[in-house]
């Protein structure tokens, strides 16, 4: 059974930093892409960010230069840094296992985000 658990999410002041982190389980992690999705109240799910192999990294224009996407294979676990962060990233932050080692349309697909785990909250306010 795939086990997705985010955490690292809070209340921070926008121009401020958060990392979420991901831990995966029941599957062999560094096998698959993986990519972080939001939700913010009343809008539909939104891609933010996917990493493939490890290697190649994909973001939403409106995160690029901010955030940073980071897989740890022999930690099982996925991360992604949050800086200058604005009222605007305010959502439910999910991380999502792809359908196989690589993603290839960039924006994925949402059939590739219907493994992820319950979720981080991220308050950006003032």
């Known amino acids: 059974e795939v086990l997705l658990v985010e955490s690292g999410g809070g209340v921070v002041q926008p121009g401020e930093s958060l990392r979420l982190s991901c831990t995966a389980s029941?599957?062999?992690?560094?096998?698959?892409?993986m990519s972080w999705v939001r939700q913010a109240p009343g809008k539909e799910l939104e891609w933010v960010s996917t990493?493939?192999?490890?290697?190649?990294?994909y973001y939403q224009d409106s995160v690029k230069g901010r955030f940073t996407i980071s897989k740890d294979n022999a930690k099982n676990t996925l991360y992604l840094q949050m800086n200058s962060l604005k009222t605007e990233d305010t959502a439910m932050y999910y991380c999502?296992?792809?359908?196989?080692?690589?993603?290839?349309?960039?924006?994925?697909?949402?059939?590739?985000?219907?493994?992820r785990g319950r979720g981080t909250q991220v308050t950006v306010s003032s």
């Open positions: 999502a296992r792809a359908q196989g080692s690589r993603v290839s349309i960039i924006p994925p697909p949402l059939s590739e985000f219907n493994n």
């Open positions: 029941g599957f062999t992690f560094e096998n698959f892409a």
């Open positions: 990493i493939n192999n490890g290697i190649s990294k």
